[in-house]
């Protein structure tokens, strides 16, 4: 389906990028991943609600990722689902 090589296409991009996440905005980006709301983050991370918005926002211009269920899908594509790397395919 096209729709799901554009995913994945779009999920490599970003994955590409993770290296320039803080690991605190990685694990919230994560969490972003798995639906959760950033009241929900803050609680789990021990952080301000402020905080977590604040990742959110570097995690959005650090990944070029507009918009929250943008980012929550492609989180979720490539922690919960994998991402197969063109140059080095998951085995099935």
């Given amino acids: 389906m096209e729709w799901t090589a554009d995913l994945?296409?779009?999920a490599r991009e970003m994955k590409a990028n993770l290296s320039r996440l803080a690991p605190r905005e990685l694990e919230a980006l994560k969490l972003i991943g798995?639906?959760?709301r950033n009241k929900d983050i803050a609680a789990l991370m021990n952080i301000s609600l402020g905080t977590v918005r604040i990742y959110a926002k570097r995690i959005?211009?650090?990944l070029y990722v507009e918009g929250r269920s943008r980012l929550a899908v492609l989180s979720h594509h490539i922690f919960?689902?994998?991402v197969e790397d063109d140059r080095h395919?998951?085995?099935?």
Avoid: T
């Fill in 34 to 36: 798995q639906g959760m």
């Fill in 60 to 62: 959005h211009d650090k």
């Fill in 80 to 82: 919960c689902r994998g």
């Fill in 8 to 10: 994945d296409a779009q």
């Fill in 89 to 92: 395919p998951q085995s099935a």
